[in-house]
């Protein structure tokens, strides 16, 4: 079992960058799959980006491609989300979520693919 806790939330202006970081708990971390999915009020959680057991492949919505980079670090437990040129759009609470990976070269865009979900760091991006 795996605990995440999310952090590095915030308000920024659009057009900034935060980045969002995920502790894991744990001596496993390098057997999960990780994604980053977030979820805004009154709509349903969506996917945001995810990265493979290793970190060799990543995917990103297209929504945020070109603006977001994922990536982790296995010595750390850690797998971070830089966001840069924010919107107003990308406002949402932001949910860090991990899954067994049999396959070092996955990622897993699906929201029920997860087992473990961090408690979520809230994103405000004003215009």
């Known amino acids: 079992q795996v605990q995440l806790v999310e952090s590095g939330g915030g308000l920024v202006q659009a057009g900034g960058s935060l980045r969002l970081s995920c502790a894991a708990s744990?001596?496993?971390?390098?057997?999960?799959?990780m994604g980053w999915f977030r979820q805004a009020p009154g709509k349903e959680r969506e996917f945001v980006s995810g990265?493979?057991?290793?970190?060799?492949?990543?995917s990103y919505a297209d929504s945020v491609k070109g603006r977001f980079t994922i990536s982790r670090d296995n010595a750390k437990n850690t797998v971070y989300l830089q966001m840069n040129s924010l919107k107003p759009e990308d406002t949402a609470v932001y949910y860090c979520?991990?899954?067994?990976?049999?396959?070092?070269?996955?990622?897993?865009?699906?929201?029920?693919?997860?087992?473990?979900w961090g408690q979520g760091t809230q994103v405000t991006v004003s215009s």
């Open positions: 744990g001596r496993t971390f390098s057997s999960y799959v």
């Open positions: 979520a991990a899954t067994i990976g049999w396959l070092t070269t996955i990622v897993v865009r699906t929201s029920t693919d997860y087992n473990y």
């Open positions: 990265i493979s057991r290793t970190g060799s492949t990543t």
